[in-house]
């Protein structure tokens, strides 16, 4: 074959003038060689100059041909065409050949060249399961025809070869793909095994460390001071902390596995009730809460309530400092027309050179160890928005307040629900 293709046909029929016309038709010919030679030869108007291309071989039983079929495609060079005659007595006739030849190369373009038949063109196409593979002309030929039968048919069998070689490449690296998916899965799964596993091989002593550090400063209350107190609060608060990690830490690991039950949630509802327990806890707290109305969403209620409430424990921690704290819970159109809801807060605010960083790793934006957190909480808001096909991204400067806003499917009219 050639960089520009396979030109390789075979030409089966039992006259030997036929494959004489055919050769002048198609095989190479010295320039100068006239075309009124194919005239004579095929009684047809002069209407084509030679075609130089292509290399052409002849059999002259489809014995014969079926065996150079095989031998092309066994040294690596088949054809990409077979002229087939219709009636080569004393051997296969036309329907028998191509069967043989379909049953070696299923690839090869073939085109019956005939007069007539001996069997019913309805049976011919039934026998041979016609689909894309062959052409029928009748005798005598027009060069044109030929030549562009020729063409035509060659330049398909090269398409087709590279279609398949295509498909096949698509296809290994699809099971490429899937392979390493799967490598990734069982990856992952080991990763949050170890990560449960740890979780709660560490909780015990960080319990323990927490629980008798308090033991102690009650034990000394009145006998510690200075240095030695500083220290013993230091090790209470990072116990905390850690404490804090380890069940952020595992509940990241329910996100990932819990089965999202969608359902209609009114999230501010939901808000109302987190800030009171936040209250609860902080009675001291003045702290302004608004809430739009009707702010309906399609989401797991479990997991859209473990969202707010990082997202509310954040805002109440970073706005502690203000003496009119505010936090306002609300909906707005997007850009693309989607719904998009936001949680705002009057607190310390971020450097929003560092909003990239914000769900996406266990990173702390604050120095300040009154404002300690994990970094962990806004990961899991993060992972639960995403598990909801939402996303979620926030604005904010130093001292100037944090808005965090995320995306959920609004909720569907109650007469829509099945």
Not at 125 to 152: C, G, H, N, W, Y
């Amino acid at each position: 074959m050639t960089p520009a293709g396979n030109r390789r046909i075979l030409l089966i029929d039992d006259t030997a003038s036929i494959h004489d016309n055919f050769r002048k038709i198609l095989a190479p010919q010295p320039v100068q060689q006239r075309l009124d030679e194919i005239e004579a030869a095929l009684g047809c108007p002069p209407v084509l100059p030679p075609d130089a291309g292509f290399e052409l071989d002849s059999a002259f039983q489809g014995c014969q041909g079926a065996e150079m079929v095989q031998a092309a495609l066994a040294a690596g060079r088949p054809y990409a065409l077979a002229f087939v005659d219709m009636r080569m007595p004393p051997g296969w006739d036309g329907v028998e050949t191509i069967e043989e030849i379909w049953r070696i190369d299923p690839q090869i373009q073939i085109v019956i060249c005939t007069a007539y038949s001996d069997h019913p063109w309805e049976e011919v196409m039934v026998r041979l399961d016609v689909r894309d593979r062959l052409l029928i002309v009748r005798k005598p030929f027009d060069v044109i025809e030929v030549s562009q039968l020729a063409r035509t048919l060659s330049a398909k069998w090269d398409a087709t070869r590279q279609a398949a070689s295509q498909i096949d490449s698509l296809t290994q690296a699809l099971e490429r793909l899937r392979a390493s998916e799967a490598a990734l899965r069982q990856s992952h799964a080991e990763l949050e095994a170890f990560s449960q596993s740890m979780s709660h091989d560490l909780r015990a002593p960080l319990t323990a460390m927490h629980s008798f550090s308090q033991l102690l400063a009650r034990s000394l209350d009145g006998e510690l001071a200075g240095k030695p107190l500083h220290y013993l609060h230091r090790i209470q608060a990072n116990a905390a902390v850690g404490e804090r990690l380890i069940e952020e830490l595992l509940f990241l690991n329910q996100v990932a596995r819990a089965r999202l039950r969608p359902e209609r949630v009114e999230l501010g509802s939901l808000c109302g009730e987190l800030v009171d327990e936040l209250r609860k806890a902080e009675p001291q707290r003045q702290v302004t809460l608004e809430v739009q109305e009707g702010l309906w969403a399609e989401a797991d209620r479990n997991l859209a309530q473990g969202a707010l409430r990082r997202l509310l424990h954040n805002a109440w921690r970073f706005s502690a400092a203000q003496p009119s704290a505010r936090i306002e819970f609300g909906r707005q159109d997007g850009d693309a027309g989607e719904t998009v809801f936001y949680l705002r807060d009057n607190g310390s605010g971020f450097d929003i050179d560092s909003a990239d960083k914000l769900f996406h790793s266990f990173q702390r934006l604050h120095g300040d160890s009154t404002l300690a957190g994990t970094g962990a909480g806004l990961v899991a808001v993060n992972r639960i928005i995403g598990r909801h096909g939402g996303r979620v991204w926030a604005d904010s400067c130093t001292g100037g307040g944090t808005t965090v806003y995320f995306t959920l499917s609004p909720a569907r009219p109650l007469g829509a629900i099945q």
